[in-house]
C-alpha cells in the first residue's frame, strides 16, 4: 500500500497521513523527519542536503527523490509507507515514478484531502497561539476556557502572521500553482482518490478507509 497525500495546506492531510500509517501499520514518511534523520547520522546524502541547506538554498528535485528513494527502500516500509508532503511538483513526481518503476514498483493511491480555500482560510484564521508558552487553540475546535487566555499558563493569546489570511492566501495561491497539476497527473494515471476534506477529521479518516479497505 504505496500511498501519497494531496491537499493545500491546512487541509489536515498530515493528521490523515498519520492515522492511515497507525491503521495499516505503516510508516508515515515526511520530507522533514527524512532530512533531519540523514543530517543526524550522517549519511552521504545527508551531507550533501546539508550543503543546501546551510547555505539557504532549496534542495535540488534530484537530491530530494534520492532522499526518499533510500526512505521507502528501507526494511519498515517493505509493506508500503504513506508520503506526506512530496512529490510538490510535477518534476518530483515524474522523477519518483521513474525510480521507482527502476525497482519494480509503483504508487497505489494518491489521496487527494480536498477543502475549498474559503475553509481553509476560514480555519486557519481561528487558530490562537500563547504568546509565553507556544500552546495552540481554535477559538471553534479547541477554545480556550476564558476567551483570549492561555489554559496552560494563564498567557496572552494571539493570531499568528502565519495563519492571517493574507499569508494563508499567499501560501495557497503556491499551493494551486505548483500542486494542483499534481492532481491531474495521478487523475490520468487513474490512482486518484478524492476525499472530501469539509467533514470532520473522523468522517474524513472513515471516507480514506471506505477506498483503502478495512
Ligand atoms: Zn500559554
Known amino acids: 500500500m504505496k500511498i501519497i497525500m494531496l491537499g ?3 487541509a489536515g492531510k498530515g493528521t490523515q497521513a498519520k492515522r492511515i500509517a497507525e491503521k495499516y501499520s505503516i510508516p508515515h514518511i515526511s520530507t522533514g523527519d527524512i532530512f533531519r534523520a540523514n543530517i543526524k547520522n550522517g549519511t552521504e546524502l545527508g551531507k550533501k ?6 547555505q539557504g538554498l532549496l534542495v535540488p528535485d534530484e537530491l530530494v527523490v534520492d532522499l526518499v528513494v533510500d526512505r521507502v527502500g528501507q526494511d519498515d516500509a517493505k509493506n ?5 508532503g512530496f512529490p510538490r511538483t510535477i518534476p518530483q513526481a515524474e522523477a519518483l515514478d521513474n525510480a521507482l518503476a527502476a525497482i519494480n514498483e509503483k504508487v497505489d493511491y494518491a489521496i487527494n484531502v480536498d477543502v475549498p480555500d474559503e475553509n481553509i482560510i476560514n480555519r486557519m484564521s481561528g487558530r490562537r497561539a500563547c504568546v509565553s508558552c507556544g500552546g495552540t487553540y481554535h477559538i471553534v475546535y479547541a477554545p480556550t476556557k476564558t476567551e483570549g487566555v492561555c489554559d496552560a499558563c494563564g498567557g496572552e493569546l494571539v493570531l499568528r502572521d502565519d495563519d492571517k489570511p493574507e499569508t494563508v492566501k499567499k501560501r495557497l495561491g503556491v499551493y494551486h500553482e505548483q500542486t494542483q497539476p ?13 476525499i472530501d476534506g469539509t467533514q470532520d477529521m473522523s468522517q474524513v479518516f472513515d471516507a480514506i478507509v471506505k477506498v483503502l479497505g478495512e
Do not use: E, H, R
Request: no cysteine; glycine share 8%.
Open 49 to 54: 542536503a546539508k550543503t543546501f541547506m546551510d
Open 8 to 10: 493545500a495546506p491546512g
Open 182 to 194: 499534481l492532481i491531474d497527473y495521478y487523475n490520468k494515471k487513474k490512482i486518484l482518490v478524492d
Open 80 to 84: 508500503g509507507y504513506v508520503l506526506d
